[in-house]
């Protein structure tokens, strides 16, 4: 099992380029979200999607666009990428429930995007 | 409201103890404790849910404290390998994501 995978690994923009990251786990979990990690930041929550066709939106939404067309795929788009969403972005993934074990999130390895 | 955390940055030499504090001014069903290095991903270290759990993972515990909506991050007799930045994650229970603290930096000297 791959576990969460994220593509690509690195990207850089120009301001105002539009681009979309590629979020999948082979877990079968229901429930996937993005965050995005800044220095002094901690991580937080961008979107997150409950299942196939449903997104929500977190802590930090303005500027993205998700979506989940497929169970396994979570996908976060910048239209007109700014300087301010240089970041590193990570996904997870956990199944749903609240007992435990099903609480963990599963990371990504991340993205590190710079906009120029 | 993200939780605080604190210390903000511990140094320590190899084989002392560390504590790592996160309170939360709302509700919590759970707390996650995670650690990351430099340019990786955060690691999954334990999980604690409502009830005052405590739990261990190698030289590794922490405990929950739910009505003082505290968590606490116990770093026994630490080795250079615990180095890192510490995040704990709050959750009330739903299916939306963990808020996390802005972290612990935490350096093990020889």
Redesign the interface.
Known sequence: NAGVTQTPKFRVLKTGQSMTLLCAQDMNHE?M?W?RQDP??????IH?S?GEGTT?K??VPDGYNVSRLKKQNFLLGLESAAPSQTSVY?C?SRA?G?G??R????????TRLTVT | QQPVQSPQAVILREGEDAVINCSSSKALYSVHWYRQKHGEAPVFLMILLKGGEQKGHEKISASFNEKKQQSSLYLTASQLSYSGTYFCGASGGGADGLTFGKGTHLIIQP
């Open positions: 429930y979200y965050y002094g930041m901690g991580l937080r929550l997150y409950v929500a977190g802590e990570f997870a749903p609240i435990g074990a609480l963990q999130q599963y990371f990504g390895p991340g």
